[in-house]
T-cell receptor, first 116, second 118 residues
Framework: DGGITQSPKYLFRKEGQNVTLSCEQN?????MYWYRQDPGQGLRLIYY???????QKGDIAEGYSVSREKKESFPLTVTSAQKNPTAFYLC???????????????FGPGTRLTVL | AQKVTQAQTEISVVEKEDVTLDCVYE???????LFWYKQPPSGELVFLIR??????QNEISGRYSWNFQKSTSSFNFTITASQVVDSAVYFC???????????????FGKGTKLSVKP
């Protein structure tokens, strides 16, 4: 089945630790995204990538880092510099940008990160 | 500024009632796209519909219908004869082709939580 997988579903982290969230897609999509969702809030964009080996900061990139070494994978690292990392993290992908920028984004099941 | 407002934070209805979720957007662009997503308790966002700024025709898909009015910058979503399985958070989103380098990024409203009681 084609889709987006995120792991783990739940993640607990101690303060001061870095942690990496996995996102994999087998939809052959060019573009991938990371969003953060807080209770009662909409989704806010952290980072996005339009193509392998390239990525751009979103609205709330501070304290996060990403890599895009493969088309299928877009891992997100939450660093100790992120002041309030407890949130629900959603990964998404879309066919591409440019002329196809209107295409919808497909989302993974999310990872709920809790800092202890 | 680009912005999406979903003024209804929470709505509660009884099964079989019709319910309309409001979405108002702001944009300075003439070309844009609007979306609705559903987020059930499991957390994954499910795509419902995409509408471009040049197409103001209303759309119906089963019990779901969407009313797009550029004159009032609104893209409202109606569920007819609601069911318990419709209980979820619904997000409206706006997307541009070109905006400050953030090509194609979605701008989300804060969502409306719909509870359908049996």
């Amino acid at each position: 089945d084609g889709g987006i997988t995120q792991s783990p579903k739940y993640l607990f982290r101690k303060e001061g630790q870095n942690v990496t969230l996995s996102c994999e897609q087998n939809l052959n999509h060019d573009a991938m995204y990371w969003y953060r969702q807080d209770p009662g809030q909409g989704l806010r964009l952290i980072y996005y990538s339009q193509i392998v080996n390239d990525f751009q900061k979103g609205d709330i990139a501070e304290g996060y880092s990403v890599s895009r070494e493969k088309k299928e994978s877009f891992p997100l690292t939450v660093t100790s510099a992120q002041k309030n990392p407890t949130a629900f993290y959603l990964c998404a992908s879309s066919i591409g940008l440019g002329d196809r920028a209107y295409n919808e984004q497909f989302f993974g099941p999310g990872t709920r990160l809790t800092v202890l | 500024a680009q912005k999406v407002t979903q003024a209804q934070t929470e709505i509660s209805v009884v099964e079989k009632e019709d319910v309309t979720l409001d979405c108002v957007y702001e944009t300075r662009d003439t070309t844009y796209y609007l979306f609705w997503y559903k987020q059930p308790p499991s957390g994954e966002l499910v795509f419902l519909i995409r509408r471009n700024s040049f197409d103001e025709q209303n759309e119906i898909s089963g019990r779901y219908s969407w009313n797009f009015q550029k004159s009032t910058s609104s893209f409202n979503f109606t569920i007819t004869a609601s069911q318990v399985v419709d209980s979820a958070v619904y997000f409206c989103a706006l997307r541009h082709l070109y905006y400050g380098g953030s090509q194609g990024n979605l701008i989300f409203g804060k969502g409306t939580k719909l509870s359908v009681k049996p």
